[in-house]
């Protein structure tokens, strides 16, 4: 590690690495991201992040590239948890064969506009296996 962490750009810490075998590849696992708010998180939006991890089916609807039209997918097989704190909210999405939730659809469900908050949005760690 000592000699790729020069290599990083500026403002990226490296934590950890490993060697893998020729030919040998790893995949993104589990994502984490984080909105930060400006004050303390409300109570309502406590009490959605509560409702979401309840629900065990939660649908968004996707446009298909290169099609005028559109397909319903659950993310909540996805969505491997979602925690409220005093002034943010964190997530971790599972990266799964068929694709895995997108941000703004976190942001949705969690009765936010994602065009108001999606800029506030930070991916904190992706996890390899």
């Known amino acids: 590690m000592e000699t790729l962490a020069p290599q990083m750009p500026a403002g990226v810490m490296l934590k950890s690495a490993r060697y893998l075998q020729d030919g040998s590849t790893l995949s993104p696992q589990r994502a984490c991201y984080r909105i930060q ?17 309840a629900l065990e089916r939660l649908e968004v609807t996707r446009n298909v590239p290169g099609q005028n039209a559109e397909r319903s997918i659950d993310i ?20 799964l064969p068929q ?15 994602p065009a108001d908050w999606l800029y506030r949005v930070r991916r904190t760690a992706v996890h390899f296996g």
């Open 99 to 113: 694709g895995a939730a997108r941000p703004g659809e976190v942001i949705g469900a969690l009765g936010l506009v």
């Open 76 to 95: 909540r097989p996805g969505l491997l948890e979602v925690t409220a704190q005093e002034d943010r909210v964190e997530w971790t999405l599972a990266i």
């Open 37 to 53: 708010f400006d004050g303390p998180v409300s109570e309502a939006l406590r009490e959605r992040v509560t409702e979401l991890l």
